[in-house]
């Protein structure tokens, strides 16, 4: 069974730094691409980046480029989320999802975690 | 990577068919045949119900069918269900290792 277990989130000051992090099992990570979605309290959701299986290409939505950095660490099975100067537009829920081929072409996203919770506010 | 168009809410009766929208640009929905539909249900995770347009993973209900015409992709649910009541949200490839949501449909079943 697919299992994405995310945490790190919780209240940070405007302008502070967080990083999320992913444990994955059930599945060979290697093999994978990874992405993390948000969700703003009532609101919909926000691919906000994905990274391959082999950490060779990364996309980030425009709201987080040159703030957030994606990585992955296949001996830990995980993914991370560093997120640098962030705002309190960037409060959410955070999951961390699965894709269910490696590349970030055809992003589609089977499973899907819990989500970690951000809160930006001073 | 503006989000893609959707009504905010459909509603139908149980049995009916209703059909979701889901608008872009030639940008992304018009672009590329990778247009998917998530189904939401409140304080859960999103489930994925339709990949690459109009097909099911394996598990999923074909009462669900999706299809695009132009820079407009849409989700039919027939034989509307009480449990199909939730959110819904169409993504899109939008290029360069990059895919926007839309903004989301609450469907009721009334």
């Known amino acids: 069974e697919v299992q994405l277990v995310e945490s790190g989130g919780g209240l940070v000051q405007p302008g502070r730094s967080l990083r999320l992090s992913c444990a994955a099992s059930?599945?060979?990570?290697?093999?994978?691409?990874m992405h993390w979605v948000r969700q703003a309290p009532g609101k919909g959701l926000e691919w906000v980046s994905g990274?391959?299986?082999?950490?060779?290409?990364?996309g980030y939505a425009d709201s987080v480029k040159g703030r957030f950095t994606i990585s992955r660490d296949t001996a830990k099975n995980s993914l991370y989320l560093q997120m640098n100067s962030l705002r309190a537009e960037d409060t959410a829920l955070y999951y961390c999802?699965?894709?269910?081929?490696?590349?970030?072409?055809?992003?589609?996203?089977?499973?899907w975690g819990q989500g970690t919770l951000v809160t930006v506010s001073s | 990577q503006s989000a893609l168009t959707q009504p905010a809410s459909v509603s139908g009766s149980p049995g009916q068919s209703i059909t979701i929208s889901c608008t872009g640009t030639?940008?992304?929905?018009?672009?590329?045949?990778?247009v998917s539909w998530y189904q939401q249900h409140p304080g859960k995770a999103p489930k994925l119900m339709i990949y690459?347009?109009?097909n099911r993973p394996s598990g999923v209900s074909n009462r669900f069918s999706g299809s695009k015409s132009g820079n407009t992709a849409s989700l039919t649910i027939s034989g509307l269900q009480a449990e199909d009541e939730a959110d819904y949200y169409c993504?899109?490839?939008?290029?360069?290792?990059?895919?926007?949501f839309g903004t989301g449909t609450k469907v009721t079943v009334l």
């Open positions: 999802a699965k894709d269910i081929g490696q590349w970030l072409v055809r992003i589609y996203l089977d499973n």
């Open positions: 059930g599945f060979t990570f290697d093999d994978f691409a």
């Open positions: 990274i391959s299986w082999n950490s060779g290409s990364i």
């Open positions: 030639s940008s992304d929905v018009g672009g590329y045949n990778y």
């Open positions: 690459d347009v109009s």
């Open positions: 993504s899109s490839y939008t290029g360069s290792s990059t895919q926007v």
